[in-house]
């Protein structure tokens, strides 16, 4: 009894290392995670994108953008930077990305401002996730404490990221079932649509909808944005996802919503007599409950566990080392 008493509690020590062991490398994000072995680590990630956006402001929105378009393929990995190679099929080239995201060399600076401080030490998905806080604040938008430890992917998923970033096109059904799979809630769906009020959006997104005559769209918004957009040519025509502030991160973007002048189908959707409509109307009269509703998702979204567990820390965010 006494031996089998003893192989028991073995046991028992056993599976508890092996759980431990098993823990996802995402369990173990810190804010303090650099405290240490890279002090300096964000306020010189704060600098280099505070001056890339300073430069153009509309960054801002790239950078969050590509923050976003990162974690809905594999997880907050630094996937969406590698370059292809003939092991590699980047995401770069995936229809949601292909001539649209933008900031991959804003992102390679503020790394390589990082390396010549803390070789070997900073993830390149690190620095990615403070980027996109770093360009909220930038612009007017909320602050949030990023917790990190990330480790950097070896692989890329273009099929993956073709079937798994929202379109811009989709309804309201397909839009609450795409951020689900992600462990994303209704409302921090709405949130994090909320990106919308600042940066641009290319003609062929939003064509269909500006020349549709529908109920859904307002007529003089409609007629205002087609001066951009024409029927025929002028696809990369860019215009102001939010004509009112464009480079201002407020919640004008709701307001804009409940007014049917939703610049892309997936915006004004989240406005259209559905499930979502009251979170519009909510953040529309109270722009502090969207600010702090968008932090809260933009953190939720940045812990979204990789599918790599054994990652890597790029030296270079494009390549593997």
């Not at 900073?122 to 930038?138: E, G, N």
């Not at 609450?176 to 462990?183: D, E, L, R, T, V």
């Amino acid at each position: 009894m006494e031996s089998f008493n003893f192989f028991r509690a073995v046991f028992a020590v056993l599976s508890i290392v092996f759980l431990l062991f098993d823990v996802p490398c995402q369990a173990q994000l810190s804010p303090t995670f650099y405290d240490t072995t890279c002090p300096n680590a964000t306020a010189i990630i704060r600098t280099s994108i505070r001056r890339a956006i300073s430069r153009e402001r509309r960054m801002a929105a790239s950078l969050i953008r590509l923050h976003f378009h990162d974690c809905f393929v594999q997880g907050c990995d630094a996937s969406i930077l590698l370059d292809e190679t003939p092991t590699i099929q980047s995401e770069k080239t995936a229809f949601p990305n292909i001539n649209s995201a933008r900031g991959y060399e804003v992102i390679e600076a503020a790394k390589r401002e990082v390396e010549r401080v803390c070789p070997g030490v900073v993830s390149c998905a690190d620095v990615l996730t403070l980027a996109a806080r770093d360009a909220s604040v930038a612009v007017g938008g909320p602050s949030w404490n990023v917790k990190l430890g990330r480790r950097d992917s070896t692989t890329a998923s273009r099929s993956q990221a073709n079937t798994d970033l929202p379109s811009p096109f989709a309804g309201l059904d397909t839009l609450i079932s795409a951020f689900a799979n992600k462990g994303l809630s209704a409302r921090d769906m709405v949130a994090l649509s909320g990106a919308h009020t600042i940066g641009q959006a290319q003609c062929f997104l939003f064509r269909g909808r500006i020349y549709s005559n529908g109920t859904d769209i307002d007529a003089g918004f409609a007629s205002t944005r087609r001066r951009q957009c024409p029927q025929n040519g002028g696809d990369g025509n860019l215009a102001a996802l939010d004509l009112v502030t464009p480079n201002s991160f407020d919640n004008n973007y709701f307001k804009n919503l409940m007014q049917r002048k939703g610049l892309l189908q997936s915006d004004q959707v989240l406005f259209s007599g559905g499930s979502t409509d009251s979170i519009v109307s909510e953040y529309s009269r109270n722009p502090r409950i969207f600010a702090s509703d968008f932090a809260n998702a933009m953190i939720k979204m940045g812990e979204i566990p990789p599918s790599q567990q054994n990652g890597i820390i790029r030296r270079v965010c494009s390549a593997i080392n």
